[in-house]
């Protein structure tokens, strides 16, 4: 079992910047693949980002590639998200997730944390 836990999510204005984390606890963490999803309302659920636990190979979404940042702190077991530049239509609940897959599907995430919402509005 995998528990995860977001937060940083809040109202931000175009252009700011935000940095969400993702607590994840369990015995095999390490073992598997971190993912950022987002889902916007009225929207589908979306891949945004993937990043593994050793040794930190990263993959992101056309949409956010050079605004997001995708990082690890192994020793606290924690994912973070930058994001920079931030848009309006970056607004949406933001997931963390783990896959034994490096996949950008969600139906390939064993796990998933509650979201956190992120609001880009001036």
């Known amino acids: 079992q995998v528990q995860l836990v977001e937060s940083g999510g809040g109202l931000v204005q175009p252009g700011g910047s935000l940095r969400l984390s993702c607590a994840a606890s369990?015995?095999?963490?390490?073992?598997?693949?971190m993912g950022w999803f987002r889902q916007a309302p009225g929207k589908e659920r979306e891949f945004v980002a993937r990043i593994t636990w050793i040794p930190g190979l990263r993959y992101y979404a056309d949409s956010v590639k050079g605004r997001f940042t995708v990082s690890r702190d192994n020793a606290k077991n924690a994912v973070y998200l930058q994001m920079n530049s931030l848009k309006p239509e970056d607004t949406a609940n933001y997931y963390c997730?783990?896959?034994?897959?490096?996949?950008?599907?969600?139906?390939?995430?064993?796990?998933w944390g509650q979201g956190t919402q992120v609001t880009v509005s001036s």
């Open positions: 997730a783990a896959s034994t897959a490096a996949s950008i599907r969600q139906r390939d995430y064993n796990y």
């Open positions: 369990g015995r095999t963490v390490s073992s598997y693949y």
